[in-house]
Every structure is written in structure tokens, then in C-alpha cells.
């Protein structure tokens, strides 16, 4: 699998989405903007409480039994209230697609 370019984010929506994807563009633009386009985009519909919420999810990443979805090419994210920098592990973690 490529490296995918950009660094890596979740994001959540207004609509209480959790995303997990690849940006070049800076957290204080899209926020501005209000919508985002992320490459390598998954989802987290279930986050055990080994997580630790949704700062855990860019910190530590998805623990066991947490369910994040298939990866879809690109996703465009609208209503974004946040956008929060994954640490490489945390990145990791939301590439290998736990769903448990």
C-alpha cells in the first residue's frame, strides 16, 4: 500500500460523523470553510472506552473493539466542527480497519 501524501486528521462533522482521512490543507482552513475533502477516508461508527473518546481516536487510535469502516478513496466532509491531528500510531491503527 502507497504512503497516502498529506497529514494525517479526524474529523467530525455537526451531523456527529467521526472521520478518519489525509489532508494537505491546514486545520484553520477547513474550519473556516466549513467542508474538507480527505483521501484514504474511513469511518468510526463505535469507539471502545480504551479509546478514550474522540481525542483518543487521533492520540492512540482506535482501540480493540472499536468498528471503523472500509476505506473509500475520498470523502467530502460538510459541517466540520473539528479537525484534529493524528499522531502516527493513532494513524496506524485506523489504516488496519478495525471493525471487532
Do not use: H, N
Not at 466549513?34 to 472506552?49: F, L, Q, V
Request: positive net charge; charged residues 20%.
Amino acid at each position: 500500500m502507497a504512503k497516502a501524501s498529506g497529514r494525517a486528521v479526524v474529523i467530525t462533522t455537526a451531523k456527529r460523523g467521526v472521520f478518519f482521512g489525509y489532508t494537505d490543507e491546514s486545520s484553520a482552513d477547513i474550519i473556516k470553510r466549513g467542508t474538507a475533502t480527505i483521501t484514504k477516508a474511513r469511518m468510526c461508527t463505535y469507539w471502545s472506552a480504551a479509546t478514550k473518546g474522540v481525542l483518543g481516536l487521533a492520540g492512540i487510535g482506535p482501540q480493540s473493539g472499536s468498528r471503523v469502516g472500509p476505506r473509500v478513496p475520498d470523502l467530502t466532509c460538510e459541517s466540520i466542527t473539528g479537525v484534529v491531528t493524528c499522531s502516527p500510531e493513532a494513524a496506524k491503527l485506523w489504516e488496519s480497519g478495525p471493525w471487532a
